[in-house]
Structures are given as structure tokens and as C-alpha cells.
């Protein structure tokens, strides 16, 4: 199985400011099938970022996603009242697909 | 639209069997993956397993395999996640979503692209 390991478990961030998430793999990630989610309360994950980079429908050019092979990164950059969330990596080119353990970004 | 809508809030028993659905609409339900993931409220996100529609292919993550049985029924249109006996460590929100694909063979894979909104299964005795 492969473990996803989020760094770091939580940002205190400014309106306006950039964030940059990280996740490393223990193991290299099959065709780059390697997944960013935003999670709100009481809300279901929405898809950010697939194929490591590309971004997924309706998505706004302020994520950027960046990496291959073991080491992912997610980019938020000027940073708007709806971003403050909790972000979670995600490899889905092997069985069992695994997330890693989120990244809470707040005020 | 396309759209996941899964069955409401389940309050049960340990030993209880509990089946609970999630049913799709606004794209061909036949020929695209659906994925169960679990969710211990403030935890992470854990994969359970996915079914393909068309021919039933199942794939489980060990963790759950044998504990639970995910299936479909293409004539609903709806996924099905289903437990013979609860515990009280299965009380959590349970996601289905959709893999999302860039090819007819879903060769291009593109992550969980439709969500539904959640059901929560508490179980207490």
C-alpha cells in the first residue's frame, strides 16, 4: 500500500497570501494518477487537481498543481476567503488507492 | 447535470445488516467507475472500494474486503454498499463518487469527479 504523507498538518494564512501544500509517496505513482481534493464542513471532497496537474473543471487558475514520482505540491496562490479549508492528496494508479492525511488551511 | 444522490441517515445496531445506496444521474451510469470511501468524522479519507456497472467488476482495498459488499444495479442507475453486521467502529460518513474518465476505455484516468453528498451510519447499541 502505498502511504501519502501531508506536510504540513496545518497553515495559518492571510487573505491575499500563497499557500504550498505538500505530499510525498512512499512508492512512485503509476501514469502520475496523483489527485488534490478540497473538503469543507459538511461537505463532500471536490476535485481539484487530477493527472498531478491538471485542473479539474470550473477550477480557477489560482491552483496550481506541480510534481512527479514521489513528490506532489499544491499551490494556492492569492489566497480568497473560500480557499480556507482542509486539503486532501490522494494516488489513484494503485491498488489500494490511498489519501494522505490532509492539510488544514486556515485564518 | 451530472449528479450522485445517496440514501439518508442510518441509526443501527451492532450485529444490524445495513444496505445503502447512491443513485446517478445526467451520465451513463454503465461506463464509469464508482468508488466508496469512508470518512470518521474529523479523520481522513479512506478508499473502500469501486464497482464498474457494466459487467459488475469489483475492486475492494484489503482493509475492507470481506466486511462489506459493493454492487449495482443498472436498471436504478444506483450503487450499493452493504454490511451483513455492523460495529460500532463502521459509525462514520460514507462518500460515493464517480472516476472520472478522458476516453471511451476510461484509459485516461481523472480522479473522483462527481461526488455524492454523504451518508452517516451510526451505530450504538
Known amino acids: 500500500e502505498i502511504v501519502l504523507t501531508q506536510s504540513p498538518g496545518s497553515l495559518s494564512l492571510s487573505p491575499g497570501q500563497s499557500a504550498t501544500l505538500s505530499c510525498r509517496a512512499s512508492?512512485?505513482?503509476?501514469?502520475?494518477?496523483f489527485a488534490w481534493y478540497q473538503q469543507k464542513p459538511g461537505q463532500p471532497p471536490r476535485l481539484l487537481i487530477y493527472?498531478?496537474?491538471t485542473r479539474a473543471t470550473g477550477i480557477p487558475d489560482r491552483f496550481t498543481g506541480s510534481g512527479s514520482g514521489t513528490d506532489f505540491a499544491l499551490t494556492i496562490s492569492r489566497l480568497e476567503p473560500q480557499d480556507f479549508a482542509v486539503y486532501f492528496c490522494?494516488?489513484?494508479?494503485?491498488?489500494?488507492?490511498?489519501f494522505g492525511q490532509g492539510t488544514t488551511v486556515e485564518i | 447535470e451530472e449528479d450522485l444522490v445517496q440514501s439518508g441517515t442510518e441509526v443501527k445496531k451492532p450485529g444490524e445488516s445495513l444496505t445503502i445506496s447512491c443513485k446517478a444521474s445526467?451520465?451513463?451510469?454503465?461506463?464509469?467507475?464508482i468508488a466508496w470511501v469512508r470518512q470518521v468524522p474529523g479523520k481522513g479519507l479512506e478508499w473502500m472500494g469501486m464497482?464498474?456497472?457494466?459487467?459488475?467488476?469489483?475492486l475492494y482495498s484489503p482493509s475492507f474486503r470481506g466486511r462489506v459488499t459493493i454492487s449495482a444495479d443498472r436498471s436504478l442507475t444506483t450503487a450499493f454498499l452493504q454490511w451483513s453486521s455492523l460495529q460500532a467502529s463502521d459509525t462514520a460518513i460514507y462518500f460515493c463518487?464517480?472516476?472520472?474518465?478522458?476516453?471511451?476505455?476510461?484509459?485516461?484516468?481523472?480522479?473522483?469527479?462527481?461526488w455524492g453528498q454523504g451518508t452517516a451510519v451510526i451505530v450504538s447499541s
Open positions: 464497482i464498474y456497472p457494466s459487467g459488475s467488476d469489483t
Open positions: 463518487a464517480r472516476l472520472g474518465c478522458g476516453d471511451a476505455s476510461c484509459l485516461e484516468r481523472r480522479g473522483l469527479d462527481v
Open positions: 490522494q494516488q489513484y494508479g494503485s491498488s489500494p488507492w490511498t
Open positions: 445526467g451520465y451513463n451510469f454503465n461506463t464509469y467507475w
Open positions: 493527472g498531478a496537474s
Open positions: 512508492q512512485g505513482i503509476v501514469h502520475n494518477y
